[in-house]
């Protein structure tokens, strides 16, 4: 049933929106800065901060590494929260460079499962951004989950309200095929859903998943 369910709203989304071309970045640096940058921010946002970031030729891990955090902060200033965001990308390079000497085909050689914990225990790194730089940059099969999917997921009844995060990816990981362009797409297209029509104030009318059961809080 469930996962019926999530194929149907797979399929009516990819139908009604076609490919996302998730996520953006020239490069795979260039989207783990970017899952960093994101967090309570738009994306508007983050693309000004890598690009003071890319007009100062500090888009790679050695340059980043170097650079003074205050200089730094200064650079991504337009993402927000910048004197913290700073911080976060320093403890990811000092992990980077530690552990695996800054070399990004180091990363792609660890198991998804060990390298989901190493990225966890860095200052800063949370289960979505985490989850979006081993999926988005580095093509590990891990479903990213955001406030998006559990807005779709909650009323569509496919999982209680109260549910966490690990709970939510849990859901589409059990209950989908293990396929990095999968979860790439499928996250891409919750996201389009959730900007577009399942907001706050849903607006079912005209939804490509208006045709599936759902109930809307006060609706
Ligand atoms: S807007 Fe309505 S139909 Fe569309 S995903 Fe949200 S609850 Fe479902």
């Given at each position: 049933m469930t996962r019926n369910r999530l194929t149907e709203i797979y399929n009516l989304l990819f139908e009604r929106f076609g490919?996302?071309?998730?996520?953006p970045g020239e490069t795979q640096f260039e989207i783990i800065v970017g899952a960093i940058l994101t967090q309570n921010t738009n994306w508007t946002n983050v693309e000004k901060a890598i690009s003071?970031?890319?007009?100062?030729?500090?888009?790679?891990?050695?340059?980043?590494?170097?650079?003074?955090?205050?200089k730094l902060a200064e650079l991504i200033r337009p993402a927000g929260y910048f004197n913290i965001k700073a911080k976060r990308l320093k403890n990811f390079l000092v992990w980077f460079f530690k552990r695996y000497d800054g070399q990004l085909e180091e990363l792609e050689n660890v198991p998804v499962a060990k390298l989901r914990e190493?990225?966890?225990?860095?200052?800063?790194?949370?289960?979505?951004?985490?989850?979006?730089?081993?999926?988005?940059?580095?093509?590990?099969?891990?479903f990213v989950v955001d406030?998006?999917?559990?807005?779709?997921?909650?009323?569509h009844h496919l999982i209680d309200a109260d549910a966490?995060?690990?709970?939510?990816?849990?859901?589409?990981?059990?209950?989908?095929?293990?396929?990095?362009?999968?979860?790439?797409?499928?996250?891409?297209?919750?996201?389009?859903?959730?900007k577009e029509?399942?907001?706050?104030?849903?607006?079912?009318?005209?939804?490509?998943?208006?045709?599936?059961?759902?109930?809307?809080?006060?609706?």
């Open positions: 490919p996302q071309h998730w996520w003071n970031l890319k007009g100062k030729d500090l888009l790679t891990p050695g340059k980043l590494y170097e650079v003074d955090t205050a190493e990225l966890l225990s860095i200052k800063g790194v949370g289960p979505e951004t985490a989850d979006s730089i081993l999926l988005y940059a580095l093509n590990k099969p891990t406030a998006y999917t559990a807005r779709v997921a909650v009323r966490d995060y690990n709970g939510l990816k849990e859901l589409f990981q059990s209950n989908i095929a293990t396929d990095v362009k999968l979860f790439n797409e499928y996250h891409a297209l919750l996201v389009r859903v959730g029509f399942c907001r706050p104030a849903a607006r079912c009318g005209g939804c490509p998943l208006n045709e599936l059961p759902h109930t809307v809080e006060g609706g």
